[in-house]
């Protein structure tokens, strides 16, 4: 008797259920999920988070906050880095392989062999596992925009976030910021309360308005929710009373603001100071300006101060550039490699004063690559000194023995990230 496919298999095989990586309707997720008995009804209380950035580190935040009080919490992300698994978080654990298995074989059978998406499919295999294992919360993450997104598809969560909204996948949310505010907000619900980190001005008319439509309480930033970082402390404050905390320990002056609606999330579903004080000190999110200190990148350049980023558009290149410029002085080199649909020069142009050199690379077993030569030109455009290398290996030992001691930054992609996390253990 052969063995039973493993998950890497199943999830292989799904991949040629549909042409198309991302194909935005509900409708494929509907039939699959009426097929299966509707999973998605049976889910523990939902927070639905939706935004272009900040959505995963917000999330792990407001994870970190309810285990601490002893919740158990499933939690959905994507894409993930290193292995599949990392996106089913079961009752605070990994979704096993046995479990991930079952559950995609289970949509599979379902199915049909009907036209669905990888990630409609995997996302239906996600809500059976948390259907069928108890628990406190359910945190869902979007994978794209939010009012089409296989995840939109819960009636009446608990509550709703949105985090900073700006220019990224405008082929799929639209070319303004507007249109992209429209298709992110599309995750409010009737009477449900929203918690809206700070936006910019155009994606706050577009949120309030749906908002007053569907008459959905919101907890907005500057509004009804201030945090700041005073004195290497940060200091919240609502309605309910101002919170002392440590500063967020992911890195990052941005995180501040994410740590912000993670505690506006976590008082509105009335959890307490313990939550408050693990959400901010014990939330881990890897890719994101994560030090790596160990491996065999380090081991390959000892002396190297290395980072790496996952962050992909303007406003991520703008806030890393503001984090790299409050680390103590040391030159600063980047290792990059991005996907060809993104927007390069947005994201390059903020770093071009922050790092003295760029050394571009490919990615490693990805279709939608940026050749690392297209990389080097826009570099060299907006004033960085570039150049290019096969792999970030032989990009970080040339680096090395250039520049020493050097501070190194691998960014640009979070296909990228999960590559240097695979092969550095």
């Not at 936006?199 to 569907?214: F, M």
Request: hydrophobic share 45%; with cysteine.
């Amino acid at each position: 008797m052969s063995a039973a496919p493993s998950s890497d298999v199943i999830l292989q095989r799904m991949m040629s259920l549909h042409p198309k990586i991302i194909d935005l309707t509900l409708d494929r997720v509907w039939r699959l999920l009426a097929a299966l008995g509707h999973p998605e009804r049976d889910l523990p209380p939902v927070i639905h988070l939706a935004g272009t950035n900040g959505k995963g580190s917000t999330q792990a935040m407001i994870r970190a906050g309810m285990e601490a009080e002893g919740k158990r919490v499933h939690a959905y992300i994507s894409p993930h880095l290193a292995r599949f698994h990392e996106r089913i978080r079961v009752a605070g654990e990994l979704i096993s392989e046995e479990a991930l298995t079952a559950a995609l074989d289970e949509c599979w059978e379902a199915n049909r062999g009907e036209s669905i998406t990888y990630f409609e499919i995997t996302t239906c295999a996600a809500f059976l596992a948390f259907a069928r294992t108890p628990a406190d919360f359910t945190l869902l993450e979007t994978g794209l925009g939010g009012r089409l997104d296989a995840t939109n598809v819960v009636d009446t969560p608990a509550l709703t976030v949105l985090t900073p909204i700006s220019l990224d996948h405008q082929q799929y949310l639209g070319e303004t910021i507007a249109e992209i505010a429209g298709e992110k907000a599309g995750i409010l619900k009737r009477g449900v309360p929203c918690v809206v980190g700070p936006q910019p001005e155009a994606a706050l008319d577009v949120i309030e308005a749906r908002a007053a439509r569907l008459g959905a309480p919101l907890l907005a930033q500057g509004q009804h929710w201030h945090v700041s970082e005073e004195h290497g402390r940060m200091v919240y404050q609502d309605e309910s009373g101002l919170l002392d905390l440590p500063r967020p320990n992911l890195p990052g002056a941005h995180q501040v603001d994410n740590a912000g609606a993670a505690l506006a999330a976590l008082r509105r579903l009335g959890l307490g100071e313990a939550a408050f004080e693990a959400a901010v000190t014990r939330a881990d999110w890897p890719a994101r300006m994560q030090r790596l200190r160990r491996g065999p990148l380090t081991e390959a350049a000892p002396g190297i101060e290395l980072w790496l980023d996952g962050g992909h558009n303007p406003a991520a290149g703008e806030a890393l550039a503001h984090h790299l410029g409050t680390l103590p002085d040391r030159p600063t080199h980047l290792i990059c490699g991005m996907l060809n649909t993104k927007d390069i020069r947005g994201y390059l142009a903020p770093l071009a004063g922050v790092a003295r050199s760029l050394t571009a690379v490919s990615i490693p077993g990805e279709a939608n690559t940026l050749p690392a030569e297209e990389t080097a030109r826009v570099a060299a455009a907006v004033g960085l000194a570039a150049s290019e290398a096969p792999t970030v290996l032989a990009a970080l030992t040339r680096i090395a023995a250039q520049d020493p001691s050097a501070r190194v930054l691998i960014c640009g992609s979070l296909y990228l990230a999960g590559g240097v996390l695979r092969e550095n253990g």
